[in-house]
């Protein structure tokens, strides 16, 4: 691109929603174990396990980014109990098989962010993070213009999960 052409536009607004909106009262993961399934749909829950959820993030690092989250609010990986550790590891599993059915990633990151210093946005209910990787999906956008590309709305990144979830007879 020479000096004279103008570069395109990216609009990615729904940064903008996570950046101004008020910061929820509480915690989100207990609130939206509160609300039940009835509200699953909304709340972009993909699984309801015995112990442990199954959810999208509604601000992911990258498109399809999955949360595992016990139903205790807990904040460390050794105040839960062994079978709330197995459900999450399960969960995540699945959520691995049902990303590679869904969006066919390359890899795959999963962590534990313990505490604010560690990274954790959400520091008292621990959640592990299900961030699905394609070959060169880290280039000079985050970088240069703060911003990521998501190609695909969490609604129709849910509602496909959801079917693949069919598949699996959970």
Same mark, same amino acid.
């Given at each position: 691109?020479?000096?004279?052409?103008?570069?395109?536009?990216?609009?990615?607004?729904?940064?903008?929603?996570?950046?101004?909106?008020?910061?929820?009262?509480?915690?989100?993961?207990?609130?939206i174990l509160r609300e039940g399934p009835e509200k699953d749909a909304e709340n972009l829950v993909v699984r309801r396990g015995e112990r442990c959820l199954l959810l999208m993030n509604r601000y992911p690092y990258n498109g399809g980014h999955l949360l595992v989250?016990?139903?205790?609010?807990?904040?460390?990986?050794?105040?839960?109990?062994?079978?709330?550790?197995?459900?999450?590891?399960?969960?995540?599993?699945?959520?691995?098989?049902?990303?590679?059915?869904?969006?066919?990633?390359?890899?795959?990151?999963?962590?534990?962010?313990?505490?604010?210093?560690?990274?954790?946005?959400?520091?008292? #209910?621990? #959640?592990?993070?299900?961030?699905?990787?394609?070959?060169?999906?880290?280039?000079?956008?985050?970088?240069?213009?703060?911003?990521?590309?998501?190609?695909?709305?969490?609604?129709?990144?849910?509602?496909?999960?959801?079917?693949?979830?069919? #598949?699996?007879?959970?």
């Open positions: 691109m020479s000096e004279f052409q103008t570069a395109q536009q990216l609009w990615a607004p729904w940064r903008m929603e996570f950046i101004h909106a008020p910061q929820e009262e509480g915690c989100f993961l207990c609130r989250a016990p139903f205790r609010h807990e904040g460390t990986l050794g105040a839960l109990s062994a079978e709330e550790r197995r459900e999450m590891l399960d969960l995540a599993c699945l959520a691995e098989r049902l990303l590679v059915r869904v969006a066919r990633p390359h890899g795959f990151n999963l962590g534990i962010n313990q505490g604010s210093a560690a990274g954790a946005g959400l520091k008292d #209910h621990l #959640h592990m993070h299900v961030v699905p990787r394609w070959e060169g999906d880290t280039n000079f956008m985050p970088v240069l213009g703060s911003v990521r590309v998501m190609p695909q709305a969490l609604e129709e990144m849910h509602a496909a999960l959801r079917a693949a979830l069919a #598949h699996e007879g959970a």
